[in-house]
C-alpha cells in the first residue's frame, strides 16, 4: 500500500466515523426524549467510541506526516430503534467489517497502523455481536416487548 493510499484510506475511516459519531449523539437524544434510556445508553457509547476511533485515525494520519482531511458522509437517521439496529446489521454484513479487514490485509508494511486498524475491526465485531443479539431478542420476544426492555422504568 502506497503512502497516499495509507493516508486516504485513515481519512476515509476518519471522515466516516466522525459523522457516525454525530449521528449516533443524535440518535441518542431522540431515543431518550422517546423514554427508551436503554437504547440511548447504547447509542451514546457508540457516538463516544466512534469519536475516539476517528480521533485516533487523524492522530496517526499526522504521525505517518500526512494531512487530515475534513469531511462528512450523511447519516440517515431513524426515530425507530429497529430501523438503526437493521441498518447497522446491513452496513457491517454488507462489507464494513469485510473492508476493515481487507484493509488489515494491505497494511502489512505499517505494524503500528494494521494493529490500530485489527482492534477497529474487533471493536466492529462486537458491536456487530450486540446488534444481532438484540434483533434476535426482537424476534423472539415481540417489538411491543423489546421496546419496554429498552424504556428506563
Known sequence: MTFDEKIKALNDLAIAWY???QADTIHEAIFRGQ??????DHCKEEAEEELEEAKKCTERIVALGGTPEFGFIPQEIHNDPKALLDRWYKEFTEGGIASMNKLVSDLSDDAITRKMVEEFVAGEEEHCAWVSKHLSVIEKLGYDNYLLEMMDI
Open 35 to 40: 423514554g427508551y434510556g436503554k437504547f440511548a
Open 19 to 21: 459523522s457516525t459519531s
